[in-house]
């Protein structure tokens, strides 16, 4: 296989852009690392990469959220079962409450967890 551009050439791999076979002198080592035949597709790829950042971030952000409020919940669960064993004793609210409390908590811990190790 040789350069799309340079016939005599051996091609070192493809362009992340258009695919095109490239050979080591017109192998661009751009910002993003990744092979380019040219500015243009160097560009592109830049591009690209920083698309997939954000939606990156994004995710993180929202399971982030997804966490907090998971906690949130469990916080208010947590108060039910309190409000029942302080009132009316009743043990399977109580028993519930606490229940559904923790295992929302856990999650919303875990959920937080995983949001701050991407
Ligand atoms: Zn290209
Ligand atoms: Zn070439």
Redesign the pocket.
């Given at each position: 296989m040789n350069c799309a551009r340079h016939p005599e050439s051996m091609a070192i791999g493809f362009?992340?852009?258009?695919?095109?076979a490239?050979c080591a002198n017109c192998h661009r080592a751009g910002s993003t690392g990744k092979l380019?035949?040219?500015p243009?597709?160097e560009k592109e790829i830049a591009e690209r990469d920083s698309a997939l950042r954000l939606v990156l971030t994004r995710t993180t952000r929202s399971t982030k959220g997804a966490g907090i409020s998971t906690i949130v919940l469990g916080a208010l669960f947590s108060c039910l079962g309190i409000y029942h064993l302080l009132f009316d004793r009743h043990a399977v609210l109580i028993g519930l409450g606490f229940t559904i409390g923790l295992v929302f908590i856990v999650s919303g811990i875990i959920l937080v967890g995983i949001a701050k190790k991407k």
């Open positions: 362009c992340c852009s258009c695919g095109r490239i380019a035949c040219s243009e597709c």
